[in-house]
């Protein structure tokens, strides 16, 4: 038979595989044809396309790519598969990534069909982003979608192992954000990503796994990632440390850092670098925060000085009140209502933490007077159980000299019986 | 001194109760002189008073004190009425405080009352139906687990009881 | 009050002839020459038990022996209960040096060799009263439950459960079950309130019952001391220095429970990991560290049990010693007796010391 009818029916044939097996693995001379290529950059896709999120919820090549992967190449001039008329695009270049990702991720009633709760917006909020600016302008070094997702063996966002899980996400930006060369052009600084591993939020997320703990895109967004405008940067932190937030609110340092044109949480803590919070930064003296703006003739650092004395002061309290009891514990004295009190004790001293960012010494001294009455009461009973010691080591020293007295009697009268005594002097 | 006048009478009646509590003693002891009532009330004073210590401790010892049992950590938490739904007691359970709570739907649990965070007691919040800590806004679920805020981990669950209308407390086992 | 007793006695002795015993404890004397201070140590055992007794009684008004209530309820004796934390501390203590002195008596009666006939009966009781009293020991640390004791009980009943034949039932038994659970805490009371009691009160009269028909022994070496010296007279100079010796005994006692109260500990939670340098009482502390340096097998047989095959002989030797020593009449001193007792104590104390600085 002639060709052109031997491939018709072959062709014919086909389609009605396709056809009859609609839905149960179709076709798809793509992966076939690529799979077997030598040039690594050409086959990858199609080994990739295993584990790919689109493919496993039926997306194929050609429902990005176009082409018709129903068809067989015929030779080196003759691809039916990516004729024109198939709507075969090919790869998109680095300025159409985000609009041909978008084809589909910003099509609501498309989306709908696969995952109702996945956003529809990324691509509007991408071109807000410095990203997308840059991309627009012609920079061909920004990040786009599949900088960061991938492209083929794209894993679902909630897969561990995907590039924009909570814990790789650092390193995701940070491979360009860490870069020096790459960054050069920019202007913006690569020590991010490292400062970040050492903050209190990196340690959380990546040593004690908490998923919840903040990273890149938690304060700076994802799709539309753009430095934050100054006054943003207080409202993000507020998300999650929320009293902290109000406190600083309802504080003269509000207006003051508003006028100054200083960032509001930044500037004491850090943004990356976030350090554990403690104590020691708290007051005027050489290295701590306050003393940094505040001098000494300022009210200002007499209410820094005084938040950490009194600070200060509770804690000592607390820790004597708790030597005390822990000491009576020891020796087996029942001190369960002075631990239960200790431990509301510490809740003020937390509370009161809580409250320096009200820069207010009567605020402070709510939660300070609180818990030293706390600690006061718990010392009491402390010293109350060890007074109970005290009268057991009195009791005991009574009780031993009673019964040395009866061995000094029982060996006086051993020696009455046994030797007599020398007649009597009277 | 009155003390010594006591001791003195014991003394008196201290060698014949040692000589009639031993027969034996009687019939081989000689007739005391009085010299030897020195040892005598050493030996008294010694035997009393060690007597003493040991039988005053012991005596108190089997008077129960006032609360009669060990509590194995078998608390009484809340009475029925004092709990409708939608509220909450917090109570002492050992060393530790303890949140009883009346869901809005009508069931009794009961958790340990120590934040995961940083210790604070937490509370449970009416208007929001579930358990809150006010140190950093840290939310619990009323299954313990913790939805929100700093919190690492859950709230340990403890075993709840009804008793008549006494809600009882214990570990879980 | 005298007239009364005299009275009293006349009417007792109408009845049931008490002259008999009167001539006896007036007769009895004990033996005196250079080594007659050890004599001393039996008394101070039977003390100290008569002690755990007392205070035992007393601590069971509040002790629940159940794995839920148990630690609660030492816990409460020690904080709640006036003077509880007395009566319990003195417990822990008296036991511990009731055994003490149980092992230093048996320990002079074997280098005064008074185990010879016609006194290996009472060697018996007594090898037996002493394995009761680690018996006691053994049961009664399991009851405060706590981590300490849980895991302990489960590595000593382990060892048992390695006996050979026998092994399997004997740690079922003593377990009541697989593992170490309330069911043992529940089994453990039982033998250390009333069957261990029961069985030791018995052994313990016919120990003294031998003693007072047969006098004390005197070793070899001072018979000739022993028969010049006059002995003395048991009532009222020997009771005397006895009770005198009681209350020194007991002076530390009080000291030692005042001054170092026992611990309560934590709570036993079976699924939590052992606790780091968990070691049993130190009177099984020697064979404890004498398996631990054994290797994992001995010529193709599982090191433990060659250890434990080692102790029972051991035991079996030690026990069965009056049948073993078998000296000439001539003998004043018997090396044999004296290297492997010199021996033995020095590789039980070498082990002992080892387990505790935790080789």
């Avoid at chain 1, 934050?228 to 507020?238: D, H, K, R, T």
């Avoid at chain 2, 060698?15 to 031993?22: C, Q, T, V």
Wanted: some cysteine; proline content about 6%.
């Amino acid at each position: 038979m002639a060709w052109p009818i031997r491939f018709s029916l072959v062709a014919a044939g086909l389609l009605a595989l396709t056809v009859t097996v609609e839905g149960q693995n179709p076709r798809n001379n793509c992966i076939d044809c690529h799979r077997g290529l030598d040039d690594e950059e050409l086959s990858q896709p199609a080994r990739a396309a295993v584990d790919d999120v689109h493919a496993s919820a039926g997306i194929t090549c050609a429902d990005c790519h176009g082409g018709d992967p129903t068809l067989e190449i015929v030779d080196e001039d003759y691809d039916p598969a990516k004729e024109p008329s198939t709507g075969f695009v090919g790869a998109p270049g680095i300025r159409d990534i985000p609009t041909f990702c978008g084809k589909c991720h910003a099509d609501p009633a498309y989306m709908k069909r696969y995952n109702p709760n996945l956003p529809v917006d990324q691509l509007a909020q991408y071109w807000t982003s410095g990203h997308g600016k840059k991309l627009r302008e012609g920079a061909t070094d920004v990040a786009e979608c599949v900088s960061c997702h991938g492209s083929h063996g794209m894993l679902a966002v909630g897969d561990p192992r995907a590039p924009v899980y909570p814990t790789k996400v650092a390193g995701t930006c940070g491979g360009c954000h860490a870069d020096e060369e790459h960054m050069a052009p920019y202007g913006l600084p690569t020590d991010q990503m490292a400062l970040h591993r050492e903050s209190v939020h990196g340690r959380a997320l990546y040593q004690e796994g908490d998923l919840s703990a903040p990273t890149c895109n938690t304060c700076h967004g994802n799709h539309g990632a753009s430095p934050p405008g100054l006054s943003s940067v207080s409202l993000v932190c507020g998300n999650c440390h929320a009293i902290q937030r109000e406190f600083f609110d309802e504080s003269p340092h509000r207006a003051a850092f508003a006028d100054l044109g200083e960032p509001e949480c930044e500037t004491c803590h850090g943004n990356h670098e976030v350090a554990p919070v403690t104590d020691e930064r708290l007051g005027v003296a050489e290295g701590q925060i306050c003393g940094e703006c505040h001098f000494e003739d300022e009210e200002a650092y007499t209410i820094a000085k005084t938040l950490r004395q009194d600070i200060e002061e509770l804690k000592a309290r607390i820790a004597e009140a708790r030597t005390t009891v822990e000491g009576a514990a020891v020796v087996g004295m029942e001190v369960s209502e002075a631990e239960l009190i200790l431990i509301d004790a510490n809740q003020a001293l937390v509370k009161a933490r809580n409250t320096v960012h009200a820069v207010s010494v009567d605020a402070l001294r709510e939660q300070t007077d609180a818990g030293r009455t706390l600690a006061d009461q718990a010392r009491e009973i402390g010293v109350a159980a060890l007074g109970e010691l005290q009268f057991r080591q009195k009791g005991l020293a009574v009780s031993v000299f009673f019964i040395l007295l009866v061995v000094i009697g029982l060996y006086l009268r051993i020696q009455q019986i046994e030797r007599p005594p020398s007649p009597p002097h009277e | 001194m009155k003390t010594r006048k006591f001791f003195r009478h014991w003394v008196d009646v201290e060698p014949i109760l040692i000589r009639s509590a031993k027969p034996l003693e009687e019939m081989m002891s000689e007739d005391r002189p009085s010299r030897r009532s020195f040892v005598d009330w050493i030996l008294g004073a010694g035997i009393t008073g060690s007597l003493a210590s040991f039988l005053y401790p012991v005596l108190k010892f089997v008077i129960p004190p006032p609360v009669a049992e060990a509590i194995e950590l078998n608390v009484v938490a809340a009475t029925v009425e004092e709990l409708p739904p939608n509220t909450a007691k917090i109570f002492k359970f050992g060393r530790r405080p303890g949140l009883i709570v009346n869901t809005p739907a009508g069931e009794l649990r009961a958790f340990d009352g120590i934040c995961t965070h940083l210790n604070c007691t937490v509370q449970y919040r009416e208007d929001f139906g579930q358990i809150w800590c006010a140190c950093h806004n840290g939310l619990y679920d009323l299954s313990g687990k913790n939805i929100s805020g700093p919190p690492p981990r859950p709230l340990p669950r403890l075993n709840v009881a009804v008793r008549g209308n006494e809600i009882v407390v214990s570990r879980e086992s | 009050m005298r007239a009364a007793a005299t009275r009293l006695y006349h009417w007792v002795d109408e009845r049931i002839p008490l002259s008999p015993l009167m001539e006896f404890a007036r007769e009895k004397s004990v033996p005196s020459h250079r080594y007659s201070v050890f004599y001393f140590f039996g008394g101070a055992t039977l003390f100290f038990f008569g002690l755990q007794v007392a205070t035992g009684i007393l601590l069971l008004l509040y002790y629940k022996p159940t794995a839920e209530a148990a630690f609660e309820s030492v816990r409460f004796i020690m904080t709640e209960v006036s003077f509880g934390w007395l009566i319990r501390s003195l417990h822990s203590w008296s036991a511990n040096l009731m055994v003490l002195c149980a092992l230093l008596h048996m320990a002079t009666v074997f280098f005064m060799r008074a185990y010879r006939k016609p006194r290996e009966m009472t060697w018996w009781t007594g090898a037996l009263l002493l394995l009761l009293s680690m018996g006691f020991g053994f049961s009664g640390y399991l009851l405060p439950w706590n981590e300490l004791a849980f895991f302990a009980t489960r590595v000593g009943t382990d060892m048992a459960g390695k006996t050979p034949l026998i092994g399997e039932f004997l740690s079922q038994f003593l377990r009541g079950g697989e593992d170490v659970t309330g069911a043992t805490l529940t089994r453990f009371f039982g033998f250390h309130v009333a069957v261990l009691p029961m069985i030791a009160t018995t052994l313990l009269l016919l120990h003294l019952l031998f003693i007072q028909r047969q006098g004390m022994s005197v070793p070899d070496s001072q018979t000739g001391e022993a028969a010049r010296r006059p002995g003395t007279k048991f009532f009222p100079n020997y009771f005397l220095r006895e009770l005198m010796g009681w209350a020194v005994a007991l002076a530390i006692l009080a000291a030692l429970a005042s001054l170092f109260p026992w611990e309560l500990g934590r709570k036993a939670d079976a699924f939590a990991p052992a606790p780091a340098g968990i070691k049993p009482e130190w009177y099984f502390l020697f064979m404890f560290q004498t398996l631990k340096y054994l290797p994992a097998t001995i010529a193709g047989i599982e090191g433990e049990f060659v250890g434990l095959v080692f102790f029972g002989v051991a035991g079996l030797l030690w026990f069965f010693w009056p049948l073993i020593d078998r000296p000439s009449p001539e003998d004043k001193r018997s090396p044999l007796v004296t290297t492997v007792g010199v021996a033995a104590l020095a590789f039980i104390a070498v082990m002992t010391l080892l387990g505790y600085i935790g080789y």
